[in-house]
Structures are given as structure tokens and as C-alpha cells.
């Protein structure tokens, strides 16, 4: 057996123990009937008899779709890349850094690369490169808007924002349980705007 062959081999073995296989096999795949799909799948682990058992219930088509997510998953491990998911507006605020930093590229590792070099030059183009996205307001979740808030302050800062959050979470709950008795609704909620308010007014927000 050729260095190739068994480099695909081991690939592919690897492939099939991770479920990977099973896993993307979207039924539009299969050429038998429902019940009999799973039936005729029994793979060895060896790419060309594997092949030979999925030709015999795959549509040509639904091979091909398996095989081209295999050799996209083969040149990920074989290259050592990795997917990494990202918000759409994040992503083109990340492009557009990328750009005014000289960097117009596809290959987002040499830009994080570039930013991790950390020498004074680096740093004064990064700085200026991110000033044209300093205007994009954010589109991440609250949650995770509230966690970077949370990171960026001082310690003692942070404890205090925590308390403020919990309190405010205890008045709304309390308004809650009080809102249950249809006669003192309306001063349940007065009360929690009150001092929702007075927190407001504590943050500087109001």
C-alpha cells in the first residue's frame, strides 16, 4: 500500500469512528426506501471498500455531497484548521479592520497574528484600523453585551454592578408575586418603577 492510500485510510478511519459519517447522511442521500437505509451500512474503515458498500445505497449524488464533506474535513485535520463561528456584523467589522490595516486577505490567522505581534507599530495601525468600526454598534445578545461590561471593569466595580442587577431582579420579582392580587397590580408596578428608576439614576443612565 502507497504512502497516499494509506494517509487516506487513516483519514478516513478516523472519519467513520467519529460518527461524523452517520451523522451527515442526510436522507435525501439514500437510494433504498426508509426502512432499509441503515440496513446495508456497514463500513470497515477502509476508504475504498467503504466506497464500494455507500455506492451500493447512496445516489451518485448523495455520494459526492458525503465525499466533499469528507476531503473538507480531511484538509481542516491535514492542515491543522479549525472552524471558528462568528456573528455576520462581527465578521464584517473584523473585514473591514483587516482592510485599513493592509490586510485584504481571506486568511483572518495572519490578521490575529499581526495583532498578537504586540510591537509599537503593530499596535498604532491595529488602533487605527479599528477606528473605522468604532461607530458599529455592537449586535451581540444582552447576555453577552452584560459579560463584557463585566470584564472590562475594575473588580470592586463589577461586585457593585452585580448588586445592582440583583436588585433590581428582586424588585421585579417581588412586583411579580404582587401583581397576582388584581386589587394592588397597579401599585406593584408603580413601586418597581420606582426604584428601577432610582437604580437608573445610581448608573448615571436616566
Known amino acids: 500500500m502507497n504512502r497516499k492510500i494509506q494517509e487516506l485510510n487513516t483519514y478516513w478511519e478516523s472519519y467513520v469512528q467519529s460518527g461524523l459519517v452517520c451523522r451527515r447522511l442526510d436522507p435525501s442521500y439514500f437510494s433504498k426506501p426508509d426502512s ?17 458498500t455507500l ?14 464533506r469528507f476531503k473538507a474535513w480531511k484538509y481542516k485535520r491535514s492542515s491543522e ?13 473584523l473585514k473591514t479592520v483587516q482592510r485599513q490595516a493592509g490586510l485584504n486577505m481571506d486568511k483572518y490567522d495572519l490578521m490575529f497574528e499581526f495583532w498578537f505581534a504586540g510591537d509599537f507599530y503593530d499596535r498604532q495601525m491595529i488602533e487605527k484600523a479599528k477606528l473605522s468600526v468604532a461607530d458599529i454598534p455592537p449586535t451581540l445578545k444582552p447576555e453577552s ?7 472590562k471593569l475594575p473588580l470592586a466595580q463589577r461586585d457593585i454592578l452585580k448588586d445592582v442587577l440583583e436588585s433590581a431582579f428582586s424588585a421585579g420579582w417581588d412586583a411579580r408575586q404582587q ?13 418597581y418603577r420606582e426604584k428601577l428608576a432610582d437604580i437608573m439614576i445610581n448608573l448615571n443612565l436616566s
Not at 55 to 68: A, C, E, F, P, Q
Not at 81 to 93: D, E, G, P, Q, Y
Open 179 to 191: 401583581m397576582k392580587r388584581d386589587s394592588q397590580k397597579g401599585k406593584a408596578i408603580d413601586e
Open 81 to 93: 484548521k479549525v472552524s471558528v463561528t462568528l456573528n455576520k456584523a462581527t465578521l464584517s467589522k
Open 145 to 151: 453585551m452584560l459579560f463584557l461590561l463585566l470584564h
Open 36 to 52: 432499509e437505509r441503515y440496513n446495508y451500512i456497514c463500513l470497515t474503515g477502509n476508504y475504498q471498500e467503504d466506497q464500494a
Open 55 to 68: 455506492k451500493k445505497v447512496l445516489t451518485k449524488i448523495g455520494r459526492r455531497k458525503l465525499n466533499s
